[in-house]
């Protein structure tokens, strides 16, 4: 079974401040995609990152970037220079085959 | 920049009442889905759709679930007979490819149902 897993339901950090969101996951599959998903407050959620499980560099995108642990299963994204429009509930995700496995969620609270 | 669109976005229902909820997908994209968001959980998979008809659908996609996409553009999803548990937020969902080849979701805003 396919399992996503946030420990964190909540967390805020300080305008321009840097703030760590956890993930972890449960597969049994080699070859699969992990995707950060931020869903602002009633809007649609939108992609705000992706990982490929075969390589081994960590992807980023400007003021995001992640740290992929494939042996330890572990899937973090990291907020650099946090700003007041990050708030948002930030979803990890699993992809294999051709369905999508999402966690709970963490909240996250920019604080001006 | 395309998007997809869902209506409504808040719909009341009587528990054992029929429902539609409707998506209009990007245009240029093949694979279509419908999730869904009890209050403080996780958002999860309900169905997926491609060349007109279910590709893959979970547990929670049970007979009071149908989807179809009537039109060439629209995408429903239809509860037959809602009951309380069905309260949720529906996403509707599309992509251009599907599984290892793709990966990326675009979402609509969501429809949230509440059913009395």
């Known amino acids: 079974a396919q399992t996503v897993t946030q420990s964190q339901p909540e967390m805020s950090v300080q305008e321009a401040e840097t703030v760590t969101l956890s993930c972890t996951y449960d597969t049994s599959e080699n070859n699969y995609y992990l995707f950060w998903y931020k869903q602002p407050p009633s809007r649609q959620m939108i992609l705000v990152i992706r990982?490929?499980?075969?390589?081994?560099q960590n992807a980023t995108e400007n003021r995001f970037s992640v740290n992929f642990q494939k042996a330890a299963k572990s899937f973090s994204l990291k907020i650099s220079d946090s700003q007041l429009g990050d708030t948002a509930m930030y979803f990890c995700?699993?992809?294999?085959?051709?369905?999508?496995?999402f966690g709970t969620g963490t909240s996250l609270t920019v604080i001006p | 920049e395309p998007e997809v669109t869902q209506t409504p976005s808040h719909q009341v229902t009587q528990m054992g009442q029929e429902v539609i909820l409707r998506c209009v997908p990007i245009?240029?994209?093949?694979?279509f889905y419908w999730y869904r968001q009890i209050l403080g959980q996780k958002v999860e998979f309900l169905v997926s759709f491609y060349n007109n008809e279910i590709s893959e659908k979970s547990e929670i996609f049970d007979d009071q679930f149908s989807v179809e996409r009537p039109d060439g553009s629209n995408f429903t999803l239809k509860i037959r007979s809602t009951k309380l548990e069905d309260s949720a937020m529906y996403f509707c969902?599309?992509?251009?490819?599907?599984?290892?080849?793709?990966?990326?979701?675009?979402f609509g805003e969501g429809s949230r149902l509440t059913v009395l």
């Open positions: 995700a699993f992809l294999t085959g051709n369905q999508f496995y």
């Open positions: 990982q490929e499980a075969y390589k081994q």
């Open positions: 969902a599309s992509s251009e490819l599907a599984g290892r080849g793709s990966g990326e979701l675009f």
């Open positions: 245009s240029n994209h093949l694979y």
